[in-house]
C-alpha cells in the first residue's frame, strides 16, 4: 500500500504523527459520530468541531476545510450508520462525495453491494476501507486506483478505481450487548 487514509474517531492526532513515521503517504481525516450517524472526513487539517449536532453540521465542517465527505460502512446495522434518509438528503444537496461499498467488518456482502448501488444510485464515488482496529486488519479492503494530489484529484481516481476486499473480523472474547434488530419497523 502506498497511501492510507487514517481516520481515528474524533481525533486527527494520531494520522497527524503517523504521517511523518509510516513508509507511505498518509491521508489525514476522521470519523465523527453524529446522532444520525457518522461520517468520515478525509484531507483534514484540523479536527472536525466536535459535537456536531447533525450529520449536515458535520458534513459543512469537513468542507469547510476543502476536505472529502466519506460515508462509512452506510448500511451495517451492527454499526452507527448514517440513516438511508439522511444520506439520501445530504447526497441530494451535493454534500456527501463517497459512499464505502466494501467495509471489511461489515459481515453481509449484501450490505456492501446495497452501499455500493446507493452510491451508484447518488452518483457518488465508490469507497472502500478495512476498519481497521487492529494491525493485522489493515489492507483487507482498499482501492486501486491511480496517484493522486489532493482532494479532487483524489475524487477523480476513486471514480475509476477498482474496490478489493474480504471480510475481516476476528473472534473476540464473547461478552453480552445488545443487538439491533435487522428485520426493519414493526
Given at each position: 500500500m502506498d497511501v492510507v487514509c487514517i481516520t481515528d474517531h474524533s481525533?486527527?492526532?494520531?494520522?497527524?504523527?503517523?504521517?511523518?513515521?509510516?513508509?507511505?503517504?498518509?491521508?489525514?481525516?476522521?470519523?465523527?459520530?453524529?446522532?444520525?450517524?457518522?461520517?468520515?472526513?478525509?484531507?483534514?487539517?484540523?479536527?472536525?468541531?466536535p459535537g456536531c449536532r447533525t450529520a449536515r453540521e458535520a458534513a459543512v465542517a469537513i468542507r469547510r476545510q476543502g476536505g472529502v465527505v466519506y460515508v462509512p460502512h452506510p448500511f451495517d446495522p451492527m454499526r452507527r450508520h448514517i440513516r438511508p434518509s439522511v444520506l439520501s438528503e445530504l447526497a441530494g444537496d451535493g454534500l456527501l462525495d463517497v459512499i464505502e461499498g466494501i467495509n471489511a467488518k461489515t459481515s453481509l456482502s449484501s450490505l456492501n453491494e446495497k452501499a455500493r448501488q446507493a452510491a451508484a444510485e447518488h452518483s457518488l464515488a465508490c469507497g472502500a476501507g478495512s476498519d481497521a482496529h487492529l494491525a493485522e486488519a489493515i489492507g483487507a479492503a482498499y482501492v486501486e486506483m491511480a496517484p493522486f494530489e489532493g482532494p479532487?484529484?483524489?475524487?477523480?481516481?476513486?471514480?475509476?478505481?477498482?474496490?478489493?476486499?474480504?471480510?475481516?473480523?476476528?473472534?473476540?472474547?464473547?461478552?453480552?450487548?445488545?443487538?439491533?434488530?435487522?428485520a426493519g419497523p414493526r
Open positions: 481525533r486527527i492526532e494520531g494520522a497527524l504523527r503517523l504521517s511523518g513515521e509510516l513508509p507511505c503517504r498518509v491521508v489525514v481525516g476522521e470519523e465523527q459520530r453524529t446522532p444520525e450517524g457518522e461520517l468520515i472526513g478525509l484531507f483534514l487539517e484540523e479536527p472536525i468541531r479532487a484529484d483524489f475524487l477523480a481516481a476513486l471514480q475509476i478505481g477498482r474496490l478489493v476486499g474480504h471480510h475481516f473480523d476476528p473472534p473476540r472474547a464473547w461478552q453480552p450487548r445488545v443487538v439491533p434488530s435487522t
